[in-house]
């Protein structure tokens, strides 16, 4: 089992920046892809962002490429999403997740899924 807990979230103006936390912790000697997807009120949960095993290679979506960096730091087990130039439309719930194997990138391939943290942009 691998537990995820998100954090970092909060309330920022348009064009402000913030960074998402999500630590891992449980059985982390196995190495995982892992990935941002986010969630509006009333909308289905949607990619953002993933990062391979290796953080040698990473995906965006299109709406926030350019503008969001995923990254992870294994020695402290730990996924990071970078936002800058943030957008009233990029508010919803972020969630990390973890994929023991990634084929086309799909939801149902992650394992695991922290709880949330809400990231609002007010205009």
């Known amino acids: 089992q691998v537990q995820l807990v998100e954090s970092g979230g909060g309330l920022v103006q348009a064009g402000g920046s913030l960074r998402l936390s999500c630590a891992a912790s449980?059985?982390?000697?196995?190495?995982?892809?892992m990935g941002w997807f986010r969630q509006a009120p009333g909308k289905e949960r949607e990619f953002v962002a993933r990062?391979?095993?290796?953080?040698?290679?990473?995906n965006y979506a299109a709406s926030v490429k350019g503008r969001f960096t995923i990254s992870r730091d294994e020695t402290k087990n730990t996924l990071y999403l970078q936002m800058n130039s943030l957008k009233p439309e990029d508010t919803a719930v972020y969630f990390c997740?973890?994929?023991?194997?990634?084929?086309?990138?799909?939801?149902?391939?992650?394992?695991?899924w922290g709880q949330g943290t809400q990231v609002t942009v007010s205009s």
């Open positions: 997740a973890a994929s023991s194997r990634i084929i086309t990138g799909a939801k149902r391939e992650y394992n695991y």
């Open positions: 990062i391979s095993r290796s953080g040698s290679i990473t």
């Open positions: 449980g059985r982390t000697d196995s190495s995982y892809a």
